[in-house]
């Protein structure tokens, strides 16, 4: 049982500390995204300094790499118990926001947050509506607003009261409860820039 647990939070991590904002910026760009714009290793950064294919690109795979733990536990453990699928996918979060590959210089967790839900949508069997119905939220705001932030708070706000009253799990609550504290964390410059009205806002939508 123990076992299980460290190594699904050990794979998790590693997993989620694969800088791809990083990656992306140096393989394709020649740039080093921590020097400009926000300094963030994250999609939104990506989208504003390499431009909007790039920072969807590096969106899409920090989605991805979650949802890829959250597969590989469910591989590796055929038992499957939802705790470790969970603790993997919490653990790339962490990896993601402080990754080891990165000198612990990450990104604010909201894309992880998406492949969270999206590895247990899929993996976890839960509705689809958990991953889309946030993700239809986040573009709503961000089209009304055009502020990254603010549309990313209010995504993860609401698909955890979502899943306080769908499911009987609460773990899984107790889990986007942890999200929602590491994004609005992450996000806390930005929330006194909105509060000032000196939050940027993005032109590429």
Not at 84 to 104: D, E, K, Q, V, Y
Not at 120 to 129: A, I, K, Q, T, V
Request: aromatic residues 14%; contains cysteine; proline residues 2%.
């Amino acid at each position: 049982m123990y076992i299980q647990i460290i190594i699904s939070i050990v794979i998790g991590y590693l997993l989620g500390s694969i800088p791809f904002a990083l990656v992306v910026g140096k393989l394709f760009f020649k740039t080093d995204i921590r020097n400009h714009g926000s300094g963030n290793l994250g999609g939104g950064n990506a989208g504003r300094v390499l431009g909007k294919k790039a920072g969807l690109t590096v969106m899409t795979l920090d989605i991805l790499k979650v949802a890829f733990a959250i597969f590989v536990i469910k591989q590796l453990f055929p038992e499957y118990k939802e705790e470790w699928m969970i603790g993997a996918g919490l653990a790339a979060a962490i990896g993601h926001c402080f990754p080891i590959f990165a000198r612990f210089k990450g990104g604010k967790a909201v894309a992880t947050m998406y492949g969270f839900l999206f590895g247990m949508m899929l993996f976890g069997g839960y509705s689809p509506w958990i991953f889309f119905l946030p993700l239809l939220v986040f573009l709503m705001v961000l089209y009304v607003t055009k502020i990254i932030a603010l549309s990313s708070i209010c995504s993860a706000l609401l698909v955890t009261v979502y899943i306080w009253f769908t499911t009987n799990s609460w773990l899984l609550v107790a889990a986007l409860v942890v999200f929602d504290v590491l994004i609005i964390w992450r996000h806390r410059t930005n929330i006194i820039r909105m509060v000032n009205g000196e939050e940027n806002k993005i032109t590429w939508m």
